[in-house]
């Protein structure tokens, strides 16, 4: 049994991440001012007793003594927004690198000697190699989401190697599910529900992406921990083909029971500032070390919509 800190914890991977701990019979601590997450989602748990919950936002002090002790920190707390990181940059600067800045300061000061990272393809920008490995270079990413999370990755290196920490961050593909608050599935839902008659495609539809399910998304999260041992471990994760978002939309469409949606296109291969059009990513090296996906990108998505549903 370990003592585990989970920042973002009630949100929609974090939560995830928690019912895995807890099911393993872990100490876990969620930390999470819920500004996009919910305590609904932890509500069996904490009815439980099991986990212990800390609202507090990471920008704010008080939170940073309640690492004493812990073995691992899980830092899920992110803002995800990649559109509204070209409107608002600020934002995101400050509750993804400050953030994550004041949690590896925390972990310093606590002697925590572990940290997981959730990170994101937006990092490789738009990857002229597809799939797309871990060590594609050069890193030079389309939105300020990415760029955030880049340099969250640098942070969290420098201080393995200055403080004796040991990190594994993982870069993710689209990753979709029950608790999902945004994205593609979320968006088109909520659109089909004002309108049944038509829906509203950002770009020209063609884009094409990698999709994997929350639980298998999680699953692979704690593969790598437990396989990989350098001091600054860094994975993809993600399924082995990928959707194009026409083909997502078809998907909800039917699993919604609606007929004749038409489909309004606003155009341009990109579906706004910052979107990358084209991603796959290379899973090559968790494949190595023994896991790989179940199931695809269009069983996730397929999956998910109903969830969501």
């Known amino acids: 049994m370990m003592f585990c800190v989970v920042t973002g914890g009630a949100g929609f991977i974090g939560s995830h991440l928690v019912d895995a701990l807890v099911a393993q019979g872990n100490d876990v601590l969620v930390i999470d001012n819920c500004s996009t997450g919910s305590r609904s989602n932890l509500l069996p748990h904490l009815d439980a007793g099991r986990i212990t919950f800390c609202e507090q936002d990471l920008l704010d002090d008080g939170w940073q003594q309640q690492l004493l002790g812990a073995d691992r920190v899980y830092h899920i707390a992110a803002d995800p927004d990649v559109r509204q990181s070209a409107q608002t940059p600020e934002v995101q600067v400050r509750n993804n690198i400050l953030a994550t800045h004041r949690v590896l300061e925390a972990m310093r000061a606590n ?150 949606v038409r489909y309004r296109f606003t155009g341009g291969a990109r579906g706004w500032v910052g979107d990358v059009p084209r991603m796959q990513l290379s899973i090559e090296k968790l494949k190595r070390l023994g896991w790989r996906p179940v199931i695809g990108s269009e069983q996730s998505v397929r999956t998910a919509v109903r969830a969501m549903l």
């Not at 300020?144 to 594994?168: P, R």
């Not at 993710?172 to 309108?195: C, M, P, W, Y």
């Open 111 to 260: 002697d925590v000697p572990e940290l997981v990272f959730t990170s994101t393809s937006t990092v490789y920008g738009e990857a002229a190699v597809i799939p797309t490995p871990e060590t594609y270079t050069p890193l030079e990413p389309i939105s300020v989401y990415g760029a955030t999370k880049l340099a969250c990755e640098a942070l969290i290196s420098s201080y393995c190697h200055s403080f004796d920490m040991q990190a594994w961050v993982y870069r993710f593909a689209n990753i979709i599910g029950e608790r999902s608050t945004h994205g593609v599935i979320r968006d088109f839902i909520r659109k089909l529900q004002n309108d049944p008659h038509e829906l509203e495609i950002l770009g020209d539809g063609r884009q094409t992406k990698s999709y994997l399910d929350v639980h298998e998304c999680v699953e692979a999260m704690q593969y790598g921990v437990e396989h990989a041992h350098e001091p600054f471990n860094v994975f993809n994760i993600g399924s082995e083909d990928w959707i194009t978002v026409a083909t997502i939309a078809d998907i909800v469409v039917e699993e919604m029971g609606l007929d004749g």
